[in-house]
Protein backbone atom coordinates (compact mmCIF):
# COMPACT_ATOMS: atom_id res chain seq x y z
CA UNK A 1 0.00 0.00 0.00
CA UNK A 2 1.27 3.34 -1.06
CA UNK A 3 1.31 4.78 2.35
CA UNK A 4 2.72 1.58 4.26
CA UNK A 5 1.49 0.86 7.64
CA UNK A 6 -0.07 2.78 10.48
CA UNK A 7 2.61 2.33 12.80
CA UNK A 8 5.15 4.09 10.82
CA UNK A 9 2.71 7.16 11.09
CA UNK A 10 1.54 7.26 14.21
CA UNK A 11 4.69 6.35 16.01
CA UNK A 12 6.65 8.57 14.20
CA UNK A 13 9.29 5.64 13.27
CA UNK A 14 11.20 6.32 9.94
CA UNK A 15 13.31 9.25 9.45
CA UNK A 16 13.07 10.11 5.74
CA UNK A 17 11.34 13.33 4.60
CA UNK A 18 8.65 11.70 2.62
CA UNK A 19 7.68 9.93 5.75
CA UNK A 20 7.11 13.26 7.34
CA UNK A 21 5.05 14.49 4.52
CA UNK A 22 2.75 11.11 4.88
CA UNK A 23 2.76 11.72 8.96
CA UNK A 24 1.58 15.64 8.26
CA UNK A 25 -1.31 14.33 6.27
CA UNK A 26 -2.09 11.65 9.02
CA UNK A 27 -1.88 14.38 11.67
CA UNK A 28 -5.05 15.42 10.77
CA UNK A 29 -8.11 14.44 13.13
CA UNK A 30 -10.95 13.55 10.15
CA UNK A 31 -7.97 11.16 9.35
CA UNK A 32 -8.10 9.31 12.85
CA UNK A 33 -10.85 9.24 12.65
CA UNK A 34 -11.73 7.52 9.26
CA UNK A 35 -9.16 4.94 9.75
CA UNK A 36 -11.19 4.24 13.47
CA UNK A 37 -14.34 3.52 10.98
CA UNK A 38 -12.70 1.82 8.43
CA UNK A 39 -11.24 -0.89 10.41
CA UNK A 40 -14.21 -1.16 12.43
CA UNK A 41 -16.37 -1.60 9.19
CA UNK A 42 -13.78 -4.00 8.08
CA UNK A 43 -14.15 -6.50 11.49
CA UNK A 44 -17.47 -6.19 11.10
CA UNK A 45 -17.45 -7.31 7.73
CA UNK A 46 -15.74 -10.12 8.80
CA UNK A 47 -17.44 -11.06 12.21
CA UNK A 48 -21.32 -10.93 11.26
CA UNK A 49 -21.23 -10.49 7.24
CA UNK A 50 -18.74 -13.11 5.68
CA UNK A 51 -19.60 -16.39 5.50
CA UNK A 52 -17.67 -18.61 7.74
CA UNK A 53 -16.97 -16.14 10.75
CA UNK A 54 -13.40 -14.96 10.17
CA UNK A 55 -11.74 -13.96 13.47
CA UNK A 56 -8.15 -12.15 12.68
CA UNK A 57 -6.56 -12.45 15.77
CA UNK A 58 -3.71 -9.86 15.33
CA UNK A 59 -5.29 -6.42 15.30
CA UNK A 60 -2.95 -4.29 15.61
CA UNK A 61 -1.04 -0.97 13.70
CA UNK A 62 1.38 -2.17 11.83
CA UNK A 63 -1.14 -4.64 10.35
CA UNK A 64 -3.18 -1.69 9.41
CA UNK A 65 -2.68 -0.53 5.74
CA UNK A 66 -2.75 2.50 4.42
CA UNK A 67 -3.64 3.43 0.87
CA UNK A 68 -3.09 6.66 -0.85
CA UNK A 69 -6.14 8.23 0.30
CA UNK A 70 -5.13 6.94 3.89
CA UNK A 71 -8.12 5.18 3.96
CA UNK A 72 -6.94 2.01 6.09
CA UNK A 73 -7.21 -1.82 5.05
CA UNK A 74 -7.15 -4.65 7.60
CA UNK A 75 -4.22 -6.49 6.66
CA UNK A 76 -2.07 -9.49 7.29
CA UNK A 77 -4.50 -12.76 7.90
CA UNK A 78 -1.83 -14.88 8.53
CA UNK A 79 -2.69 -16.16 11.75
CA UNK A 80 -6.76 -15.97 11.01
CA UNK A 81 -8.75 -18.48 11.50
CA UNK A 82 -12.78 -18.87 9.82
CA UNK A 83 -15.22 -20.27 12.52
CA UNK A 84 -17.68 -23.28 11.89
CA UNK A 85 -20.91 -22.57 11.92
CA UNK A 86 -21.80 -23.99 15.26
CA UNK A 87 -19.02 -22.48 16.95
CA UNK A 88 -18.50 -19.35 18.46
CA UNK A 89 -14.72 -19.42 19.03
CA UNK A 90 -11.31 -21.21 17.87
CA UNK A 91 -9.19 -23.14 20.15
CA UNK A 92 -5.48 -21.68 19.91
CA UNK A 93 -3.37 -18.79 21.51
CA UNK A 94 -2.17 -16.19 18.89
CA UNK A 95 -1.80 -12.47 18.99
CA UNK A 96 0.91 -9.87 20.04
CA UNK A 97 1.73 -8.91 23.07
CA UNK A 98 0.01 -5.69 24.72
CA UNK A 99 -3.22 -6.67 22.24
CA UNK A 100 -4.45 -9.55 23.74
CA UNK A 101 -7.18 -10.01 25.67
CA UNK A 102 -6.93 -11.25 29.41
CA UNK A 103 -9.37 -13.96 28.88
CA UNK A 104 -7.42 -15.76 25.65
CA UNK A 105 -4.04 -16.34 27.72
CA UNK A 106 -6.04 -18.65 30.77
CA UNK A 107 -8.92 -19.71 28.22
CA UNK A 108 -6.76 -20.04 25.09
CA UNK A 109 -9.58 -19.50 22.78
CA UNK A 110 -10.53 -16.77 20.70
CA UNK A 111 -13.60 -15.04 20.03
CA UNK A 112 -15.21 -12.21 18.62
CA UNK A 113 -14.91 -10.40 21.87
CA UNK A 114 -11.19 -10.91 22.02
CA UNK A 115 -11.01 -9.28 18.78
CA UNK A 116 -12.70 -6.58 19.76
CA UNK A 117 -10.34 -6.22 22.94
CA UNK A 118 -7.71 -5.86 20.50
CA UNK A 119 -9.20 -3.00 18.59
CA UNK A 120 -10.01 -1.35 21.40
CA UNK A 121 -6.04 -1.32 22.12
CA UNK A 122 -5.34 0.06 18.46
CA UNK A 123 -8.38 2.72 19.24
CA UNK A 124 -6.68 4.02 22.06
CA UNK A 125 -3.30 4.39 20.37
CA UNK A 126 -5.24 6.22 17.59
CA UNK A 127 -6.52 8.66 19.87
CA UNK A 128 -3.37 9.42 22.15
CA UNK A 129 -0.28 8.63 19.56
CA UNK A 130 1.31 6.15 21.88
CA UNK A 131 1.85 2.28 21.63
CA UNK A 132 0.12 0.59 24.35
CA UNK A 133 2.99 -0.39 26.62
CA UNK A 134 6.76 0.16 27.19
CA UNK A 135 8.29 3.93 27.48
CA UNK A 136 4.94 5.92 26.02
CA UNK A 137 3.23 4.54 28.97
CA UNK A 138 3.72 5.73 32.55
CA UNK A 139 5.57 2.78 34.31
CA UNK A 140 2.59 2.78 37.00
CA UNK A 141 0.00 1.81 35.15
CA UNK A 142 1.88 -0.47 32.47
CA UNK A 143 -0.72 -0.90 30.04
CA UNK A 144 -2.15 2.07 27.92
CA UNK A 145 -6.14 0.55 29.16
CA UNK A 146 -5.11 1.29 32.77
CA UNK A 147 -3.49 4.65 31.97
CA UNK A 148 -6.45 6.04 29.85
CA UNK A 149 -8.81 4.64 32.19
CA UNK A 150 -6.66 6.49 35.42
CA UNK A 151 -7.11 9.33 33.60
CA UNK A 152 -10.95 8.93 32.91
CA UNK A 153 -11.47 8.19 36.66
CA UNK A 154 -9.27 11.74 37.60
CA UNK A 155 -11.44 13.40 35.22
CA UNK A 156 -8.48 13.94 33.02
CA UNK A 157 -9.69 11.83 29.52
CA UNK A 158 -8.93 14.68 27.06
CA UNK A 159 -5.08 14.86 28.87
CA UNK A 160 -5.05 11.61 26.90
CA UNK A 161 -5.54 12.93 23.01
CA UNK A 162 -2.45 13.38 21.01
CA UNK A 163 -1.55 16.76 21.02
CA UNK A 164 -0.28 16.19 17.41
CA UNK A 165 -3.33 16.31 16.44
CA UNK A 166 -5.19 19.36 18.54
CA UNK A 167 -1.51 21.20 17.02
CA UNK A 168 -1.83 19.55 13.30
CA UNK A 169 -5.65 20.67 12.91
CA UNK A 170 -4.78 22.49 9.55
CA UNK A 171 -8.83 21.66 8.42
CA UNK A 172 -9.21 24.26 11.02
CA UNK A 173 -11.81 22.37 12.97
CA UNK A 174 -13.08 24.10 16.05
CA UNK A 175 -10.95 22.18 19.13
CA UNK A 176 -14.33 21.37 20.84
CA UNK A 177 -15.39 19.63 18.05
CA UNK A 178 -12.22 17.29 18.01
CA UNK A 179 -12.35 16.68 21.67
CA UNK A 180 -15.39 16.02 21.70
CA UNK A 181 -15.23 13.25 18.70
CA UNK A 182 -12.05 12.10 20.38
CA UNK A 183 -13.52 11.51 23.50
CA UNK A 184 -15.82 8.96 22.24
CA UNK A 185 -13.10 6.97 20.74
CA UNK A 186 -11.57 6.95 23.88
CA UNK A 187 -14.41 5.75 26.20
CA UNK A 188 -15.35 3.52 22.97
CA UNK A 189 -11.38 1.90 23.37
CA UNK A 190 -11.83 1.75 27.54
CA UNK A 191 -15.41 -0.27 26.42
CA UNK A 192 -13.85 -2.79 24.50
CA UNK A 193 -11.06 -3.11 26.62
CA UNK A 194 -13.02 -4.11 29.07
CA UNK A 195 -11.49 -7.24 30.71
CA UNK A 196 -15.07 -8.87 30.80
CA UNK A 197 -15.81 -10.03 27.95
CA UNK A 198 -19.46 -10.11 28.00
CA UNK A 199 -19.47 -6.25 28.52
CA UNK A 200 -17.51 -5.51 25.58
CA UNK A 201 -19.49 -3.79 22.23
CA UNK A 202 -19.86 -6.28 19.36
CA UNK A 203 -18.71 -4.96 15.99
CA UNK A 204 -22.08 -3.87 15.45
CA UNK A 205 -22.66 -1.31 17.88
CA UNK A 206 -18.94 -0.15 17.60
CA UNK A 207 -19.70 1.44 14.07
CA UNK A 208 -22.98 2.86 14.94
CA UNK A 209 -21.21 4.50 18.42
CA UNK A 210 -17.99 5.62 15.48
CA UNK A 211 -21.11 6.92 12.95
CA UNK A 212 -22.77 8.68 15.57
CA UNK A 213 -25.82 6.47 15.12
CA UNK A 214 -26.06 6.15 18.81
CA UNK A 215 -24.19 7.90 21.99
CA UNK A 216 -20.99 6.88 23.17
CA UNK A 217 -21.14 4.06 26.01
CA UNK A 218 -21.34 4.93 29.70
CA UNK A 219 -17.83 3.78 31.28
CA UNK A 220 -17.45 3.22 34.63
CA UNK A 221 -14.82 5.01 36.83
CA UNK A 222 -12.86 2.52 37.69
CA UNK A 223 -11.67 -0.18 35.74
CA UNK A 224 -13.81 -3.30 36.12
CA UNK A 225 -12.03 -6.92 37.92
CA UNK A 226 -12.09 -9.85 35.85
CA UNK A 227 -15.52 -11.25 36.75
CA UNK A 228 -15.43 -14.24 34.46
CA UNK A 229 -12.74 -16.16 36.37
CA UNK A 230 -12.48 -17.52 40.11
CA UNK A 231 -12.03 -15.15 42.67
CA UNK A 232 -8.56 -17.20 44.01
CA UNK A 233 -7.00 -16.90 40.26
CA UNK A 234 -7.93 -13.67 39.12
CA UNK A 235 -5.63 -11.10 40.94
CA UNK A 236 -2.67 -14.04 39.64
CA UNK A 237 -4.24 -12.82 35.84
CA UNK A 238 -4.36 -8.84 36.39
CA UNK A 239 -1.24 -8.32 34.55
CA UNK A 240 -1.80 -10.40 31.99
CA UNK A 241 -1.87 -7.25 29.49
CA UNK A 242 1.87 -6.62 30.20
CA UNK A 243 3.20 -9.69 28.57
CA UNK A 244 2.71 -12.51 31.66
CA UNK A 245 0.09 -14.47 32.79
CA UNK A 246 -0.80 -17.34 35.17
CA UNK A 247 -2.53 -20.58 33.76
CA UNK A 248 -3.31 -23.87 35.47
CA UNK A 249 -0.84 -22.28 38.39
CA UNK A 250 2.17 -22.04 35.77
CA UNK A 251 3.46 -18.68 34.77
CA UNK A 252 3.39 -18.68 31.17
CA UNK A 253 5.66 -15.14 29.68
CA UNK A 254 5.89 -14.06 26.38
CA UNK A 255 8.22 -12.20 24.12
CA UNK A 256 7.12 -8.80 22.69
CA UNK A 257 6.61 -10.91 18.87
CA UNK A 258 3.34 -11.87 17.28
CA UNK A 259 3.19 -15.62 18.87
CA UNK A 260 0.42 -18.60 17.62
CA UNK A 261 0.05 -21.66 20.02
CA UNK A 262 -2.56 -23.97 18.67
Known amino acids: MENGSLDQHLFNSGASSGHRRRTEAIGQWDTHNSVARDIATGLHYI ?3 HE ?3 LHRDIKASNIMLDSAFCARLGDFGIACTVAPERSSVTGFAGTIGYIAPECVIKWKATRQTDVYTFGVLVLELVSGKKNSGADIPADDGHISY ?3 RLHREGKLL ?3 DGAIISGNKNHQPRHV ?3 EAERLLLLGLACTNPNPSSRPSMTEVVQVINKVTPPPEVSLERPMLGWMPEESSSATASSE ?6 NNQVVAFSESTVQLV
Open 47 to 49: HHE
Open 52 to 54: PMV
Open 147 to 149: WVW
Open 159 to 161: EAI
Open 178 to 180: IEE
Open 242 to 247: HGAAHA
